[in-house]
């Protein structure tokens, strides 16, 4: 990237990157007098560092758990090339990809049958028994783990082949049914490992997205026809960015309404940035002249 810039007739070294980051690190960049405003991604540790170490200016982007919820009026199909287009959009390692999927008994098993015609491969419990401990690593009594560095944004057929699975070349997702507090379901995973969770009607399936969520209020999805059920989730999960019909990162502005973004910036109230975010907006008066009246 630093030589297209340098290409393109821009400076050396726009872009630089720290060899072994930590938070004593991010806290001297915090610190250095020649930043004027800090932009900060990542986990909560490193956003409240932010916090209590500047005054500065901040704007930070937390994590997420997007779920979405399929319920019995969707366009299945759609849904399900819906799903594994967004789960599957930078091997999940985007904030704002679908994490967890939450959907209605009555048209559980056709969308994920339509789901493995998406090249997508579906897991069966013991394959996902498998798994568990090679990308989670302690896992707390709310059955959320630390995910495993080794296996952040790697391809679907390499993981798959982590416990000696096979699958086609093309394939772009995994995904398997688990209960609705299972580690994958409740742990933000980056990676394309889908858990899908069958519950018995939309209300239910609302609740639980509200609940996997996590508070984060950062991203959701519904596939509905019913405006009714998705004027209810939108209320009740609260997100920055809501997207009804489409894969989540429409949200982003790819193959969605407005311009492209990915910074959500929940936690300090931005939400969905945009260039203006990012700028000081000033104002500059001449007083007593040039007054037309």
Request: some cysteine; aromatic content about 4%; proline content about 5%.
């Amino acid at each position: 990237l630093n030589q297209a810039v340098v290409a393109a007739g821009g400076p050396e070294n726009l872009l630089v990157t720290v060899a072994n980051p930590d938070i004593e690190t991010a806290q001297r960049l915090f610190k250095y007098p020649g930043i004027g405003l800090l932009v900060v991604t990542g986990g909560e540790a490193v956003v409240d560092a932010a916090r209590k170490h500047t005054n500065k200016r901040l704007i930070a982007a937390g994590a997420g758990n997007p779920p979405v919820v399929v319920d019995e009026t969707a366009d299945l199909p759609r849904a399900a090339q819906s799903i594994v287009k967004g789960a599957s959009f930078d091997n999940n390692i985007i904030c704002a990809d679908e994490k967890v999927l939450i959907v209605v008994d009555s048209v559980a098993d056709e969308l994920m049958r339509l789901m493995e015609g998406q090249h997508a491969v579906k897991l069966t419990a013991a394959q996902a028994e498998q798994l568990q401990p090679v990308l989670l690593k302690n896992i707390d009594e709310r059955g959320k783990g630390t995910v495993s560095r080794d296996w952040v944004g790697r391809d679907a057929g390499k993981i798959a082949a982590a416990i000696g699975l096979n699958v086609p070349d093309q394939t772009r997702l995994l995904f398997v049914e688990t209960p609705a507090n299972h580690p994958f379901a409740v742990t933000e995973m980056m990676m394309p490992v889908l858990p899908v969770v069958r519950v018995a009607n939309v209300e239910e399936a609302i609740a639980l997205a509200v609940q996997l969520e996590g508070g984060c209020h950062h991203t959701a999805a519904m596939h509905s026809r019913n405006i009714d059920n998705m004027n209810q989730m939108a209320n009740a999960i609260d997100t920055s960015i809501f997207v009804k019909n489409g894969p989540c990162i429409a949200g982003l502005g790819l193959g969605g309404e407005g311009w492209t973004t990915m910074t959500i910036t929940t936690p300090t109230g931005e939400g969905v940035t945009s260039a203006r975010t990012f700028v000081r907006l000033r104002r500059c008066v001449l007083v007593d002249a040039f007054r037309i009246v």
